[in-house]
């Protein structure tokens, strides 16, 4: 549209760099940001409706910076990623007052992406006592425990086909490969590589219809 004539909101409150924005359907908006905060706001008004802390500093900073916020398909969860925090942090933002747990017990998780049922996460990267995760891992958001695995090493980016069918994963060397979300298959046993400089794969996105994958890459390029 025209800039010019378009109609804008500010939404104050954080007071560092905002890292991730998410929409929910019902009209809310939830941002994370390296002040150490999560903040959700209605999305006509413009007034914040609630935020909440992320756990604690590091050696070296007195807030743990929040990096990643993502509203749930049905609308009904949070899940949330920061800098030095275990796993993924989930709140249930439907109910009365803001339960909380976790899923996961890996470190600087990178990515992590609601099915579209809302029923589980997928979740890639992390840092465990001894090694780096290289593993791609689905989880229940209602027990919290893992459903399957499969390897694909330095993934940066996720996400579900709309009928929650596939899961497509990309890496920071240009590989993307796609697998079948419920037993971890690769489709065509084999994946895509965009060859070049910069290369990574910062975000992928399927077509409503499932039928087509659309990249955003480092260089610069869409595929």
């Given amino acids: 549209g025209n800039l010019e004539t378009t109609s804008t909101k500010t939404l104050k409150g954080h ?4 890292t991730s924005v998410t929409w929910s359907s019902n009209g809310k908006i939830a941002s994370s940001s390296h002040d150490g905060s999560y903040r959700v706001w209605d999305a006509n008004s413009g007034s914040q409706i609630f935020s909440f802390e992320t756990k604690g ?8 910076k929040a990096l990643f916020v993502e509203f749930s398909p049905n609308n009904k969860y949070l899940a949330t990623l920061s800098d030095e925090t275990v796993g993924v942090q989930m709140f249930n933002v439907d109910a009365d007052t803001l339960n909380e747990w976790k899923i996961s017990d890996w470190r600087k998780i990178k990515i992590v992406r609601f099915s579209p049922d809302s029923k589980k996460i997928v979740t890639a990267g992390g840092i465990g006592i001894l090694s780096k995760d290289s593993m791609v891992r689905v989880w229940s958001i209602e027990s919290g425990k893992q459903l399957l695995e499969f390897e694909h090493k330095d993934v940066l980016s996720v996400t579900w086909s709309k009928n929650g069918e596939l899961i497509a994963t990309g890496t920071n060397l240009g590989e993307i490969c796609i697998w079948k979300a419920l037993t971890g298959e690769k489709i065509n046993n084999r994946c895509l590589y965009s060859k070049g400089k910069d290369q990574i794969v910062n975000t992928l996105s399927f077509s409503e219809d499932n039928e087509i994958l659309v990249s955003g890459h480092g260089s610069g390029r869409i595929f």
């Avoid at 007071?15 to 905002?18: G, L």
């Avoid at 500093?57 to 743990?64: I, M, Q, R, T, V």
């Fill in 15 to 18: 007071t560092d760099i905002v």
């Fill in 57 to 64: 500093g590091g050696w070296f900073s007195e807030k743990e």
